[in-house]
């Protein structure tokens, strides 16, 4: 994980608003770190790769510990960063055996003291090996642990990594016992967990890469996990320990035809494919949709049953689907490289992950460029060219967006090239160009009215009708944001329709038109409010408490104000301090 991201987490996890998350790396290890100042906390930096990646999690205050773990000595934090080492070998025969006796009974294991040597022997001192033979020990407590020790000597399988000088000492002869024991659909389904790119899998993927129901999928992860050759780390949601995945991924290659596993990888994409897809849809109903194929037989798509439900989805697979797009692009799978990336975006810009965003992005224009999919390249090029605006990097994103725009044009796709259009009109809007971002508002209305398309006419006259009120003329503003309303209510787009009415509202109260405004404000936050969009109810609720004040209502202009500070303190928006602001002023 590069650091980056892992601050992403941090601040997710002290309750950072996505909106105040800094995008600089040295910026958000500030934040950080400012976050951490005399609070007693403990962070736990696990697996850590080198002093680098280490390095911008460290928090600055003396109040807080930090635990680090990793495969490598990072000499360089003992150096620099005062870091005290603990260096943890494997257990010694005292210990493994203790171990064992933990989890057996101490009766048991002192009753067969040369058996149980034998399997601290085999199982090289590995806590994780003797876990697993631990395990298959308590399943049968009348197996003579000599026993035990003898299939123990016997099996054969193994993980280079893991084989010392001394043949008796390969971990493999412990997994290959384990796996032995279980059944076969069990064992097959192991071995395609292996192929898995995520750290972790859900019951609907588990049951699409081996190509069975969901219900019969359950109890095999059942098997695995009484087994400990899988945990289930949350309910519904089963992973491996790396050195189970390597050894899962050797038996594949073995035991598994290429064919097999090339089916079983395409089962998998199409499950994430078309779910996301499907989650992506909720989020934002009116998004042009692009073709995919239909999924294969047994395949199992998650059933989404609102937008919550999605969101919550999407949260939970993210890490999955990132590693499912790499993987993609690796295995030969192209068209599910770009288009995953796709589904994605929309949920990836709305939570802030701007730089697993981009990478996504560029693993998919990479893969249309394989496949000289113009339409695939459009939609990478186009969400590259958003990306960048909320990176600051205005120029490589109308690098991106232009680009976009031909390859739109390429295969005479005009709803391509008018949201090409809102992109361009976003970014002269932020850098203050109103006329320019006006006219390609009004070039994407063209675009949609020639096609007939209805919602992104409504869209495009949202725009425009911003863009006049950005230039005051709000008369024009007016007469667009009526003509978007009525379309959004004909489509049913009621994100669209809360929207209008905010644009309404400022309409009107550019024009003086009180009540109008005060009107159109709260029929904007009632809808806000029964979408469950507390931020836009919160704005357009400040922005209500504006208009009576405009209209000398100064107790109802408190009123909507206070309601709106309450909203930003609870989300930790920053406007709550604008908002705020007037209170103490009236």
Known sequence: MHPSEALRGFLD???VPPGRIPVDLAARSALYRSLLTDRRMLVVLDNARDA???????PGSRTCLVVITSRNVL???????????????????????????????????????????????????????????????????????????????????????????????????????????????????????????????????????????????????????????????TPGRYACHDLLRAYATELAQTCDTAPERHAALHRLLDHHLHSACAADRLLDPYRDPISIAAARPRVIVEQHA???????????????????????????????????????????????????????????????????????????HRSLGRVHVHLGRAEEALRHLRQAGRDYQAVDDSAGQ???????????????????????AQRAL??????????????????VSW????????????????????????TGDRFGEADTWDVLGHAHHGLRHHEESIGCYQRAADLYRDLGHRWGEADTTARLGDAHDAAGAAEAAR??????????????????????AKLESR
């Not at 680098?52 to 460290?58: A, E, F, H, S, T």
């Not at 063209?446 to 919602?455: Q, T, V, W, Y």
């Open 559 to 580: 009123a909507a104000w206070r309601r709106a500070v309450a909203i930003l303190d609870e989300l930790g928006h920053p406007d709550a301090d604008q908002v705020r």
């Open 446 to 463: 063209e675009l949609f009215r020639a096609m007939g398309h209805r919602s992104g006419q409504a869209r495009a006259l949202s725009n």
């Open 75 to 233: 000499s360089g934090l003992v150096a620099a960063e005062g870091a005290r080492p603990v260096l943890l070998d494997l257990f010694d025969a005292a210990e493994a055996q203790q171990m064992l006796a933990l989890r057996l009974g101490r009766e048991r294991v002192a009753a067969d003291p040369a058996a149980v040597g034998e399997i601290v022997a085999r199982c090289a001192r590995l806590p994780l090996a003797l876990a697993v033979a631990a395990a298959r020990a308590a399943i049968h407590p009348d197996f003579p642990l000599g026993t035990l020790a003898a299939e123990l000597r016997t099996a054969r399988g193994g993980l280079d990594a893991f084989s010392g000088e001394d043949p008796v000492t390969d971990v493999r002869a412990v997994f290959s016992w384990s796996y032995r024991q279980l059944s076969e659909p069990a064992r097959r389904l192991f071995r395609l967990l292996g192929t898995h790119p995520g750290p972790d899998v859900s019951v609907p993927a588990a049951g699409s890469l081996a190509g069975i129901p969901a219900e019969e999928v359950r109890p095999l992860l059942a098997e695995l996990a009484g087994a400990r050759l899988a945990a289930e780390q």
């Open 306 to 380: 609102d937008h919550e439900h999605a969101m919550r989805w999407f949260t939970v697979e993210l890490p999955g689907l990132l590693a499912a797009i790499d993987r993609a692009a690796e295995s030969g799978f192209d068209p599910y490289a770009w288009q995953l990336a796709w589904a994605l975006a929309y949920f990836l810009e709305r939570r802030g992950h701007w730089e697993p965003w981009a990478a996504a992005q560029h693993t998919a224009l990479a893969a249309a460029r394989r496949l000289d999919d113009h339409s695939g390249q459009a939609h990478a």
């Open 418 to 440: 008018a949201r090409v259009h809102f992109d361009l009109c976003w970014i002269h809007h932020r850098q203050g160009r109103y006329r320019r971002s006006l006219d390609h």
């Open 52 to 58: 680098d990646q280490v390095r911008p999690l460290l």
């Open 467 to 490: 863009e006049h009120n950005s230039l005051g003329d709000h008369e024009r503003a007016l007469a667009a944001a009526e003509q978007a309303l009525r379309l959004h209510q004909a």
């Open 13 to 15: 996890a002290l309750d």
